[in-house]
């Protein structure tokens, strides 16, 4: 889809200016044909289905299996028609796209099992099916009318030409017949502006009505961003996961060997002197507080466990590390989609950091709980309150972009002086 | 006493061969995925398996579930499972297989080697040693009940009871005397309403099981 419309269109109505082109032309007169069998195919559907209605109405004639025939002409009648109507649609885009190489949009297609009627009910229903029948009556008509204009224009110096041999019985006189010739020539003369006035007539109508509508195109860029959206926080999740994996497999083990080497001569350099000792300890102490710091960060990335078991497996570790006693309790018996778990995990892991930074609270409780198709999640504290979405530094900002990004929300419930509780409600599939 | 040692990494395996040969342990062999562990298990008999959790191929629960499978196929040798994170999911599934001679703690422990290699000995004796956290893991799951009424001092008890300390392990690590703890452990199962019993063993199951484990 181009970013400006209106700069597509001129740049696909570009050849209207390009003299000797002879794309107009060729355009008119597939159009001429393509009217031609639009008429034939739904002309002779039409005429087929009020005759068989007209046959019942009228009381059928001769066998009785008859009867039936016009029964399930009349039923399939809207059907084939439906079928006839998008099958010419394309064939006309088919033709702007071989013959201008402007690419018009197939209008979205009405899904299959969505909804309480039936598929076909719904079809004629969308404004698509209806704009696309309204450019076939143009078609037969006036897409007809305009290929044989063409036509007749590029063919007129052979039908003066034609008339003054006598083809049609006497040729006319001198004077009139060169009258004829200098007019014939004339006409053939203006041939590619009148074919380009009906070809530029033919797209302006394509356009408008074999394409998907304004709010066809909206609905279509809204599933389009839904679709970049949700890569994007898929995107974000694997990116987590790579970056918990790669420090799991590097600078995690080495701190391990690191501060396991140091416990090792620690506890073999018992009868150093004072000073060496005394390094040792402190690089050993280093290292294993770096290494929980450590642990401590990459838990809040997005732990192996989150995907492995689960949410609810993966929430008592983080609820375990907060600084201060946090109760858990999750009531979720079926898992959300990964993408959801993990939004749900991270709201938990940084609300808590927060509490803990900010909220001065004695006690944090986090409550998950699954109605249906919505995952809730409460972060409770019994801290001094105040906190807002707007407040600076507390990232709660992010949080809620982070559960607006799968389409949920996030409500923050903080008067001053307490208690606080950050609920964030996310769609379970996303 | 004879071990089998199951780590992917080359460097801490190497680490921990050296560590628990130099604690008096015998490294019967050291392997890099839960295959092979088992192959080793078989063929060695070790009194204990140290073993990593995420191993090859796929690098999520291998240790876990080759550890379930040792605790079912080989009662007589016990299994310390070691890992950079510790998961209250994956213990409760470890002493759900079985509950003595099985041990799962972080493998930051091991650079506290004494600590570590006493924690290797009760497991290898058929005791257990469950590391703080995945206790501490346990604990958040408690709604408000009897563990309300433990004072901080009983809770810390009840935690490194959990952990699979005995008496004497408590009054070390807590710098108290035997008979405070003994008092401690005697108000915890009394507040908790648990059968009192003199044995390490059975008073860890109690706990754990208090605990939802």
């Known amino acids: 889809m181009a970013a400006d419309p209106d700069a597509a269109y001129r740049e696909a109505m570009s050849w209207t200016k390009t003299a000797r082109d002879w794309r107009p032309t060729a355009l008119a007169l597939a159009g001429l044909a393509a009217g031609a069998v639009t008429g034939a195919v739904l002309g002779g559907l039409v005429l087929g289905w009020l005759a068989a209605i007209w046959s019942l109405i009228d009381g059928p004639t001769g066998a009785w299996e008859l009867a039936w025939f016009y029964v399930v002409v009349v039923l399939a009648g809207p059907v084939l028609l439906l079928w006839a109507t998008h099958g010419l649609g394309a064939l006309q885009r088919e033709r702007f796209r071989a013959v201008l190489g402007n690419e018009i949009a197939a209008p979205p297609r009405v899904a299959v099992g969505r909804g309480p009627l039936p598929r076909p009910v719904r079809a004629w229903r969308a404004p698509a099916t209806w704009r696309q029948l309204g450019y076939h009556l143009l078609a037969m008509t006036g897409g007809v009318a305009g290929g044989l204009l063409v036509a007749a224009c590029w063919a007129a110096p052979l039908l003066a030409v034609a008339s003054l041999a006598g083809v049609w019985g006497d040729g006319p006189g001198v004077a009139v017949g060169l009258g004829l010739v200098a007019l014939s020539a004339a006409v053939a003369l203006v041939a590619p502006w009148v074919a380009r006035a009906v070809a530029r007539a033919d797209e302006a109508a394509g356009r408008a009505l074999l394409g998907p509508g304004r709010s066809e195109e909206l609905a279509l860029r809204v599933e389009a961003l839904a679709r970049s959206r949700a890569e994007v926080v898929a995107a974000t999740d694997a990116e987590r996961r790579r970056i918990e994996r790669d420090l799991h497999d590097g600078a995690q083990r080495r701190l391990v060997s690191l501060a396991m080497q140091l416990g090792m001569a620690r506890a073999s350099l018992a009868d150093a002197p004072e000073p060496v000792r005394q390094v040792i300890e402190q690089a050993h102490d280093e290292a294993t507080e770096a290494l929980a710091e450590l642990r401590q960060l990459v838990r809040g990335l997005h732990p192996a466990v989150l995907d492995d078991r689960g949410l609810d497996a993966a929430l008592s570790g983080i609820a375990a590390n907060a600084p201060l006693p946090v109760r858990l309790r999750v009531d979720a018996p079926t898992r959300c989609s990964p993408a959801i778990e993990a939004v749900a995990y991270f709201v938990v892991s940084e609300a808590l950091t927060n509490v803990a930074k900010h909220a001065d609270a004695g006690r944090a409780e986090v409550t998950v709980e699954r109605r249906d198709d919505r995952l809730r999640v409460v972060v409770a504290d019994d801290g001094r309150g105040g906190a807002t979405l707007d407040g600076g530094g507390t990232g709660l900002r992010g949080l809620a972009q982070r559960a607006a990004a799968v389409d949920g929300t996030l409500t923050v419930d903080s008067p001053p002086g307490g208690p606080t509780a950050i609920t964030v409600e996310l769609p379970c599939e996303s | ?213």
């Not at chain 2, 009194?47 to 999520?60: F, I, K, L, Q, S």
């Not at chain 2, 563990?147 to 108290?176: C, F």
């Open chain 2, 1 to 213: 006493m004879r071990v089998v040692i199951a780590e992917d990494s080359v460097l801490l395996q190497a680490g921990l061969t050296r560590l628990l040969g130099d604690g008096g342990f015998e490294v019967v062999a050291a392997v890099g995925d839960a295959e092979a562990l088992l192959r080793a298990v078989t063929e060695h008999r070790p009194d204990v398996a140290v073993v990593d959790v995420r191993m090859p191929p796929t690098h999520t629960d291998e240790g876990i579930r080759a550890a379930l499978v040792i605790a079912r196929q080989h009662p007589d040798v016990a299994v310390l499972v070691l890992s950079q994170y510790v998961e209250e999911r994956y213990a409760t599934d470890l002493l759900s297989e079985r509950t003595s001679a099985v041990g799962y703690l972080l493998k930051d422990r091991v650079a506290h080697v004494a600590d570590f290699l006493d924690a290797l000995r009760r497991v290898a004796a058929g005791g257990t040693a469950l590391d703080p956290e995945v206790v501490a893991q346990l604990l958040v799951r408690r709604r408000a009940d009897p563990l309300d009424r433990l004072t901080p001092r009983e809770l810390q008890v009840l935690k490194l009871m959990a952990e699979g300390r005995s008496n004497n392990g408590i009054t070390e690590a807590l710098r108290v005397s035997p008979s405070a703890v003994e008092k401690y452990v005697s108000n915890i199962f009394t507040k908790l309403d648990l059968a009192p019993t003199d044995i390490d063993h059975r008073r860890v199951l109690a706990v754990l099981k208090f605990l939802g484990a």
